[in-house]
């Protein structure tokens, strides 16, 4: 592998452990800084690397650059040596020990600023787009397409959650035990949305990204790994992502389609990941709390069941009823009635789908049109087409003619 493709593999992997690790050190008031020495240790490494090829050790060979770079900068920085310093209480900096990029201080540093970047004084979007600039390693450009907008607005909305967190002194401290429940829980609402994005991306280029559920399956990681926030609703979550990252190359043909669930080769699903799912389910059944993290697992777990099995989709209905308890949505409601159809049939469906109403919700129309489609395929193509005027997406437009292609 040339260094044209280990840099930016290592970006991602690498850029986040600096950032928080300097933080971590020297306080979250220095983000722009560690950033900054993150960054030139990589444009460094691209220009040495590009000339006399890549060292032996090139984690080892950034750490010593990025730890030289912060060295010269605090040593000619007056305002950190003669302010910032003392109200740290530290009187000198010298030894290497105190940019401290051990495995143990990594993982530790990159957790607090997860919390961090999660605390429910910012903003949601602010929360996602800045965790994904730290902590997953991605750029302005890439973060501006996730929430369809440019690179001067995400900016600008990233500069104001950086100054808020500076206002109101937020350090790079895990919550006490008092304050980590709620705090947790802003954390796994911020990587749950982190999923998402990549599994039903919003961006019009890219469909899915893999790389946004990696990361979101990494930052899930680092919260089992601490005892502390190793929770049942932590495993439940890592469960979900498991069972849904399992199906991921099935999702997308060859010709870059989406492959609806029904259509989807099952040789393609990734049994590893699979049992991986199957393992942190048990894992989040060790006491009596159930969070809706455990109630999608399930749902998501059942759908890696072949159909021969009776009671799946009842089962899936079932779920879908006390998902509904936690958390109501159109598309939870839809989701209910096509398992309500599927185990139930079309009359139960129909009356239930009578009973929702959502005329300007393109999933009920699609799904009004795969019920018709056994009986009234006039009354199908007419729910297609309204789907389809509704659709955004280019490939949301294409699965649609798609499905009206098979009627003719």
Request: negative net charge.
């Amino acid at each position: 592998m040339d260094e044209l493709a280990v840099l930016p593999h290592l970006f991602r992997l690498e850029y986040s452990k600096i950032v928080s690790v300097l933080c971590k050190r020297y306080g979250f008031h220095q983000i722009e800084t560690a950033e900054d020495i993150a960054s030139e240790t990589f444009l460094v490494a691209s220009q040495a690397w590009g000339n006399n090829g890549i060292p032996e050790k090139p984690v080892a060979w950034l750490y010593a650059v990025a730890k030289n770079k912060a060295k010269n900068l605090i040593q000619r920085d007056s305002l950190y040596q003669n302010k910032i310093l003392p109200r740290y209480q530290i009187e000198n900096y010298v030894e290497d020990h105190d940019f401290d990029l051990s495995e143990e201080n990594v993982k530790d540093s990159q957790l607090r600023m997860l919390f961090a970047l999660s605390h429910p004084l910012i903003p949601l979007e602010s929360q996602i787009g800045i965790s994904l600039k730290i902590l997953c390693g991605f750029g302005i450009e890439e973060i501006a397409k996730v929430f369809l907008s440019n690179k001067e607005t995400i900016n600008k909305r990233l500069s104001r959650a950086k100054e808020k967190l500076r206002e109101n002194n937020i350090s790079l401290e895990l919550p006490s035990s008092d304050d980590l429940k709620s705090r947790l829980t802003s954390v796994l609402r911020t990587i749950y949305l982190i999923f998402n994005e990549g599994y039903a991306s919003h961006n019009q280029d890219k469909i899915l990204r893999k790389d946004f559920c990696l990361e979101a399956i990494r930052l899930c990681t680092f919260l089992l790994e601490n005892e502390k926030t190793n929770t049942p609703e932590v495993n439940a979550l890592l469960s979900l992502f498991c069972f849904h990252i399992s199906r991921f190359d099935a999702r997308m043909n060859d010709a870059g389609e989406i492959v609806l669930f029904e259509d989807q080769n099952r040789n393609l699903w990734n049994q590893e990941f699979i049992q991986k799912g199957e393992y942190f389910f048990i894992q989040s059944n060790k006491d009596r709390n159930i969070s809706k993290y455990h109630l999608e697992a399930a749902i998501a777990y059942w759908h890696t069941l072949s159909e021969d099995k009776v009671d799946k989709w009842e089962t899936i209905y079932t779920l879908y009823t006390g998902l509904l308890e936690f958390e109501s949505s159109q598309i939870l409601l839809l989701n209910r009635a096509y398992a309500l159809f599927r185990f139930k049939g079309r009359d139960e469906a129909l009356e239930e789908l009578g009973r929702l109403d959502f005329p300007s919700n393109r999933y009920y129309f699609s799904l009004l049109g795969e019920i018709y489609c056994e009986f009234d395929r006039k009354k199908a193509k007419d729910c297609f087409r309204k789907a389809y005027s509704m659709a955004e997406k280019p490939s949301d437009r294409l699965a649609i003619q798609k499905r009206m292609n098979l009627m003719e």
